[in-house]
């Protein structure tokens, strides 16, 4: 069965850009979640999302958006890209729902690089 | 609020020791948990997981401690190799209707030749 995979792998762009990272989970997990991750700090939730909906979301600005479509694949949008937005940027997947507990699988991320 | 946190931040073990990973929980509701690696420059990876209604679980070379008494798991990995030099994270999954996992800062564990 194939992990989650993250595109694109690596991604450079400069300020005030816009970027958009996809995400395909673990064939039959309806849950995604996205986290930031940068040198010193852990895991940071920026939000989840299951059936297309969006049921938590973290304490990042505006400018991060996501969406989930009907096939569960994900992606996240950054506009206005800022140098602080430089980060490993993590998908998570689960069966979601209300299965009980589960782990999330993560992909190997998408590391953006802002000039 | 809910947390899981780390008491070590890295951990140096020689090559063929034990090592001995810990983690504190604060929600004495959680009845389940998970131990995640993550290698420079990848996602983190399962590990292994435990529930509430057990104390030991093992799996090939790391065996997971659950002490519910004093809310604290430990991840012990058996005969550490190099390969074994990571970032160790515990985690909860979320608390109802939350759909948020709770992560630990992380372990850094390193490996002695």
């Known amino acids: 069965k194939a992990g989650v995979t993250q595109t694109p792998r690596y991604l450079i762009k400069t300020r005030g850009q816009q970027v958009t990272l996809s995400c395909s989970p673990i064939?039959?997990?309806?849950?995604v979640s996205w986290y930031q991750q940068t040198p010193g700090q852990g895991l940071q939730f920026l939000f989840e999302?299951?059936?297309?909906?969006?049921?938590n979301k973290g304490n990042f600005p505006g400018r991060f958006s996501g969406r989930q479509f009907s096939n569960s694949r994900s992606e996240m949008n950054v506009s206005t890209l800022e140098l602080g937005d430089s980060a490993l940027y993590l998908c998570?997947?689960?069966?979601?729902?209300?299965?009980?507990?589960?782990?999330?699988?993560f992909g190997d991320g998408t590391r953006l690089s802002i000039l | 609020g809910e947390s899981v946190g780390l008491h070590l931040p890295t951990l140096s073990v020689q090559e063929g020791d034990n090592s001995i990973i810990n983690c504190a929980y604060s929600?004495?509701?959680?009845?389940?948990f998970i131990w995640y690696k993550q290698e420079s420059g990848k996602g983190p990876q399962f590990i292994i997981d435990?529930?509430?209604?057990?104390d030991k679980r093992q799996g090939q070379r790391v065996t997971v401690l659950l002490n519910k008494t004093v809310k604290h798991l430990s991840l012990q990995i058996a005969a550490t190799q190099p390969g074994d030099s990571a970032v160790y994270f515990c985690?909860?999954?979320?608390?109802?209707?939350?759909?948020?996992?709770?992560f630990g800062t992380g372990t850094r564990l390193k490996v002695l030749a």
């Open positions: 998570a997947s689960s069966l979601g729902g209300d299965s009980g507990n589960q782990p999330q699988h």
């Open positions: 064939s039959g997990h309806r849950s």
């Open positions: 999302y299951f059936s297309e909906t969006q049921r």
């Open positions: 929600n004495s509701a959680s009845d389940y």
């Open positions: 435990i529930r509430s209604n057990m």
């Open positions: 985690a909860e999954p979320p608390l109802t209707g939350t759909y948020k996992y709770i």
